[in-house]
């Protein structure tokens, strides 16, 4: 790299940031739903103990 | 970088135009999970679910139903990545998000793999690992010994690889109760008998797509005559074990009426294929009616079990 050929962050095409984006709300909403899963299952197998040290 | 570089603001400095980024969208990833095929399994694999003895907590349930689905996908997404040679080159398939450059193939591998470790292991953890193991059976199955193996090699692949379409009975009860019985395997020998005359009857009319791409279904192996005989023979062996569950005390006389009709219309549709030489679109109506037998067949099981319908035998 040279002061005369600075390299810029390479752009995305628009289809490629639509395309992107698609994934990421859908990756985030797969994480989501996991968390929810794995909360929701653990309150299950609590039972009613869940309420034990109240 | 693929791409182009350019100077674009005159004064020396690079960038490109579209680097080497996925241009594939969320729904492209899910069009490689095959979501018609992945609905047939979760309705089967509910049949398990339901028609195991005891009562599962319902988000226990949905959490099975869900890894079922998944793994099934998975498996579909392994497919897609190793027979996108084959995809490429049939008419019906050549749109898939591989073969149409949407989604590369290290991308399916990676989907699919990560897919079923997550299908798998969430199963296990919440679930249990019996049925973990049976999903994890049925993706290895249908990646591996179906697609890689089976199906370039013989033209008994569908009859052989069509254990993986049948497990999810088994894996819906083993999420149940963390067992196996007699009951769930009698499910899975039922759509173990029913891929065959289903397969078969898509094989008839894309049999010019399996001969171009290389593939020895039967109807490119043995003919067509031939298919059309084993696509009777096999029909007659699925209606004769879909009465097997009242037999063993499993349903009742609303499920064997259902299977009766069903069973009739099967039969019907598979001599007419057998009796019409040539005939491919009929041969599709056998291919529709029978995703229409299996699943209102299950839908009579299900529904007996959730009304409490008295088997015809006492088990």
Known sequence: MSDQHDILPTPLTPAQARARRSRNVAIALALGALVALFFAMTIVRLGGHVMDRF | ???????????????????????????DFFELLKPRVMSLVVFTGLAGL????????????????????????????????????????MTRTARRPIPSGRVKPQEALTFGLVLSAFSVGTLGVLVNWVSAGLLAFTIFFYAVVYSMWLKRSTSQNIVIGGLAGAMPPAVGWAAATGSLDVAPLVMVA??????????????????????????PMLPVTAGEAETRRQIVLYTVLTVAASFVPAALGFAGVPYVAV????????????????????????????FGFSILYLFLLFTAFIAETAFGVAPLVSA
């Not at chain 2, 173990?192 to 894309?206: E, I, K, M, Q």
């Not at chain 2, 069973?263 to 056998?286: I, N, Q, T």
């Open chain 2, 1 to 27: 970088m693929s791409d182009a570089t350019i100077d674009i603001d005159g004064k020396g400095a690079e960038t490109r135009l579209g680097p080497d980024v996925s241009v594939a969208t969320a729904g």
């Open chain 2, 50 to 89: 339901v028609a195991a003895p005891g009562v599962m907590n319902p988000i226990a349930a949905f959490v099975a139903l869900l890894c079922i689905a998944v793994g099934a996908g998975a498996s579909g997404a392994l497919n897609m990545w190793y027979d996108a040679d084959i995809d490429a080159v």
């Open chain 2, 190 to 215: 039922l759509i173990f008998l029913w891929t065959p005359a289903h397969f078969w009857a898509l094989a008839l009319y894309r049999s010019g797509d399996y001969a171009r791409a290389n593939v």
């Open chain 2, 259 to 286: 299977a009766a009709l069903l069973g009739a219309g099967f039969l019907y549709y598979a001599v007419a294929v057998l009796r019409s030489p040539g005939d491919h679109k009929l041969a599709m109506k056998l």
